[in-house]
């Protein structure tokens, strides 16, 4: 079986998707793995800066494109930095959120802006994970789980139920148009079993 080197982990607010990565983050760590446990927006000092100005404050300080302007720029910070020097010296990274969370977030629920989605990631990023593991939760328990966090980071919950609803429907066509790197996994389940299927997909 071959090992999936760059993974990301996806989904709606609240899904559990931190959760797994993290475990699986564990795992590997207690096998003894090289490995880089990361996320979006951050995962770099640059893009951790950038961060803080996307995930606070009301919903209406950024429109939807200046959001793909900052999410982006945060993004080649981040694989700059910290991916692909990782990739380079033969280490994994486990990434909570990349690229997927732009095409439904800015380019299908908060702008209908995919095809400016798609092209400022051809031209500025140019990488896909190995394997995307997409968290699948009900919205309505997602967001309450989301929210209760309390992290002071809550703009994109402050959308709402519909919005989560309609980024859950765009995780699920994400899932049909790229079938062999996005795995659905169903996260109305235990904790420890959800991450049994996480486990074995972990597994290329
Ligand atoms: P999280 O760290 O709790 O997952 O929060 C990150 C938030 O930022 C989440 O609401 C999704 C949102 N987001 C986007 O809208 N676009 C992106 O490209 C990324 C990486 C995150």
Request: glycine share 8%; charged share 30%; hydrophobic share 35%.
């Amino acid at each position: 079986m071959k090992q999936a080197k760059f993974l990301s982990f996806e989904g709606i607010d609240g899904c559990g998707k931190s959760t797994q990565a993290k475990m699986l983050n564990q795992h590997y760590l207690d096998q003894g793995k090289d490995v880089v446990f990361s996320r979006e927006p951050g995962g770099s000092p640059g893009a951790e800066a950038i961060r803080g100005l996307l995930l606070t404050g009301n919903t209406d300080k950024w429109t939807a494109e200046t959001e793909l302007l900052l999410f982006t720029a945060a993004r080649r910070d981040h694989l700059e930095t910290t991916i692909e020097p990782a990739l380079a010296s033969g280490k994994m990274v486990i990434c909570d959120r990349f690229a997927d969370s732009t095409r439904v977030y800015q380019g299908a629920t908060r702008g209908d802006l995919r095809s400016k989605v798609d092209l400022l990631h051809t031209t500025m990023i140019g990488r896909e994970p190995d394997l995307t593991i997409i968290i699948d939760v009900e919205p309505e328990v997602a967001l309450k789980r989301g929210l209760a966090r309390n992290t002071g980071e809550d703009r994109f919950e402050d959308f709402g139920l519909k919005f989560q609803e309609s980024l859950r429907v765009g995780f699920l066509k994400l899932a049909e148009e790229y079938p062999l790197r996005c795995q659905l996994v169903d996260g109305n389940r235990p904790t420890e079993e959800v991450f049994k299927d996480v486990l074995a997909l972990a597994q290329l």
